[in-house]
């Protein structure tokens, strides 16, 4: 079975002209499992880009280690000989896909294009490719866009295809930064339902960060609640809405149960506790 391991990890970035290093994340420890889909919250600057990076494999930790499966994540720069522990050694690769908050596909390609980008560099042939991408394609709604140029879509559209390119390299893991951060409410709660389908029906490990407390809600299997300076992991929850969300496809009636309601009021109670102490 997969897991991701974080172990004790601290990231410090050396202190830019004139001023002091950035302890980003300190000690921080989490378990990712088969079919969590754990989101991260947290303000502006509590480090949960730099926790994500290090788990595509993007930066290395200062102090401690990741693993994916047997497989220990170093991170650029990259490393060819095993380490203490002999495990292999991995920096970014296709086991981790990523969905960043802006788009990142190439504009002079089409959807299909765009969608396959990865298979390609990795050698696969053409109608394999083409297979793969349509299917992950047809699973986000965008069956009927594969000529299109990226600039014909709209912003939401545009997440799909990252999104659908992501699942393309069957990554064991999906790790996501604020993907719905710069769509309508109406586009982000159709991606939010979009997301949780592919999270069932792939059961794939997800890791979601987010500004939005009820996104955070309405999404995790395991929420994690961040703070900065030094950014660390203070809180964690088990969640189960987007259980009831699937059930019901309807965001409105489960975000409006007492329940919803009373984590909501928790979780922003400690936010900004955490603000007015840091
Ligand atoms: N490459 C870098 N060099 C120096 N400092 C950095 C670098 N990247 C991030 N930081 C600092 O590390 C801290 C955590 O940044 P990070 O981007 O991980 O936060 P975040 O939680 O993702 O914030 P946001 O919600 O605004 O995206 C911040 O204080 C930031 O200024
Ligand atoms: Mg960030």
């Not at 190439?106 to 349509?134: H, S």
């Not at 999906?174 to 309508?184: H, N, S, V």
């Not at 009831?244 to 009021?265: C, D, G, H, W, Y």
């Amino acid at each position: 079975m997969n897991k991701l391991k974080i172990h004790d990890v601290s990231v410090v970035y050396p202190a830019a002209q004139g001023g002091d290093p950035v302890t980003a994340l300190n000690e921080v420890n989490l378990t990712i499992e088969q079919g969590d889909l754990v989101v991260a919250l947290g303000a502006s600057g509590c480090g949960k880009t730099t926790l994500l990076n290090l788990i595509a494999g993007f930066i290395r930790p200062t102090d401690g280690y990741l693993t994916l499966g047997d497989s220990r994540i170093e991170g650029y720069p990259r490393v060819a000989v095993g380490l203490d522990i002999g495990d292999e050694v991995t920096g970014p690769g296709a086991d981790r896909g990523v969905v960043f908050q802006k788009h990142a596909l190439l504009p002079w390609l089409n959807v299909i294009e765009n969608t396959e980008f990865g298979l390609k560099l990795q050698g696969v042939d053409k109608q394999e490719r083409r297979e793969r991408a349509a299917k992950f394609l047809k699973l986000v709604g965008l069956e009927d866009f594969h000529q299109h140029k990226i600039y014909q879509l709209s912003g939401g559209m545009q997440q799909r295809v990252g999104i659908a390119r992501a699942l393309t390299n069957d990554p064991q893991m999906l790790l996501l930064d604020e993907p719905l951060g710069a769509l309508d409410a109406l586009t982000r709660e159709s991606l939010q339902e979009l997301l949780l389908d592919v999270w069932r029906e792939t059961h794939k490990m997800m890791f979601f960060i987010t500004h939005d407390v009820d996104e955070a809600l309405l999404l995790a299997t395991r929420l994690i609640v961040m703070s900065p300076r030094p950014g660390r992991i203070t809180h964690e929850f088990e969640l189960n809405f987007n259980q009831q969300f699937l059930e019901t496809r309807n965001a409105r009636q489960v975000k409006s149960s007492p329940e919803f309601i009373a984590m909501r009021e928790k979780i922003l109670a400690i936010i900004h506790g955490d603000e007015i102490a840091a």
